[in-house]
Each structure stands twice: as C-alpha cells, then as structure tokens.
C-alpha cells in the first residue's frame, strides 16, 4: 500500500544550481499538488497538475520554478538557478479527483532543500 | 496574506485532558476546512473536514466545530494521548485549487 512517495528526501545544491524535485502519486490518483513550507510558516500552495495538464499554478513563482506532471513517470517540481530563500520543505499531495470535490489530499514525506 | 491564522505556535496538555486548539481565518468565501496532523520527518496526514454547512463534525476522539459568525474553529482532542503529540495544520478552500493552511500548533501531550 505505497503512498505518496517523495524523491529525494533531502537535497543540498549551491547558488545557481537546479534542483528537481519528483513526486509519485498514490496509485489510482490523478492529481498532484505542490506546497512549499518555509521555516515557521504553514505548507503555501504552489501547483496543482493533472496528467500532462497545469490546471493552476497561481502560487509558483514566475520565475525560476516549473512543474510537470507526464503522462508516464512522476511530477517534477524544478527549481533552475537556486537562491538561498529556495530553501524550505517541498511536499507533493495527491488525490483520486480534483480538489473541486473535496476529496482529502494524501502528503508525501516532503524534499527538505537546502541552497547552501 | 495569511488569510489562515493559528496564533498558539504551540500547546502543551497533560495526558488523559482535553486539547483545544483553534484556527481564524479572514476569507469569508472559505466554504471548507480541514485539520492535518504532522509528525517530524513525515507528510501532514489527513485527521478531519467540516464543510460550512455543519457547525460540528464529529470523529472518535477528534471534534472540529465551526464559527462562521466569528470565522474561527477549533477541534477538540478528548482524552489527549501522548501519541497525539504531533503539529497541528488547520487548512481552509474556496472551493478552488488553492489550500490555504495556517502556520500550524505543536502539541505536546505529558504523560
């Protein structure tokens, strides 16, 4: 019984790198989230992807950030030319349909990155 | 824009006790709210919901009332259990994509 599954854990890049974050959803689901935690701050939305469909993405940044989610394999949250404030915890949900039902999102463990 | 507050960063409660810990949100078009629980190390987990039209909802141990008047609910673990011991997110929707969750409560359950 996989849940959502975070890949890595934990990732340390230095100024001006990428970071690429995956996410596997629960088998059966179809929709992905991404949420940032910065330190003392509750989880901030950031995207929300169907299979190989942005539905909304009204809380990525403009720049620097993209996500995917591919018809085959997991989402990608990826972060180009990091910056120190990119540090936080980087949490993927998933759910069987849209948010729009209410359906209860199921976390993964999260990506902890750190820009050194 | 925290339009989702917890303003206890945390609480502490002695086993067997209740625990009350609250939420005050702003954005009068928030329709439904739901409680995670989250252990270091790990993802928040789903714990209980209750949409704007109940003012209750009831689960086990676990109670989440609603005050749309006042824009503040709050859930109610009874009896705490050390187990319980864990932070806290309270999380609200529009109905739309974009979950807003407050900062959180760390729980401390002593035994």
């Known amino acids: 019984n996989a849940g959502v599954m975070q890949n890595p854990r934990h990732l340390v890049r230095r100024r001006g790198q990428e970071a690429r974050l995956r996410c596997s959803p629960m088998?059966?689901?179809?929709?992905v989230y991404w949420y940032r935690q910065l330190p003392e701050e509750g989880l901030k939305f950031m995207v929300y992807l169907q299979k190989e469909n942005i539905i909304d993405e009204s809380g990525m940044p403009k720049e620097r950030f993209s996500a995917e989610f591919p018809k085959e394999g997991p989402s990608i949250l990826r972060i180009q030319q990091v910056v120190r404030g990119d540090s936080a915890a980087y949490f993927c949900?998933?759910?069987?349909?849209?948010?729009?039902?209410?359906?209860?999102?199921?976390f993964g463990p999260g990506t902890r990155l750190t820009v050194l | 824009d925290q339009q989702v507050k917890q303003n206890s960063p945390s609480l502490s409660v002695q086993e067997g006790r209740i625990s009350i810990l609250n939420c005050d949100y702003t954005n009068s078009m928030f329709d439904y709210f739901l409680w995670y629980k989250k252990y270091p190390a790990e993802g928040p987990t789903f714990l209980i919901s209750?949409?704007?039209?109940?003012d209750k909802n009831e689960d086990g141990r676990f109670t989440v009332f609603l005050n749309k008047s006042a824009k503040h609910l709050s859930l109610h673990i009874v009896p705490s259990q050390p187990g319980d011991s864990a932070v806290y997110f309270c999380a609200a929707s529009a109905g739309n994509n974009d979950m807003r969750f407050g900062a959180g409560t760390r729980l401390t359950v002593k035994p």
């Open positions: 949900a998933s759910s069987p349909s849209g948010f729009s039902s209410y359906n209860e999102q199921f």
């Open positions: 209750i949409s704007s039209i109940k």
């Open positions: 088998k059966g689901h179809s929709h």
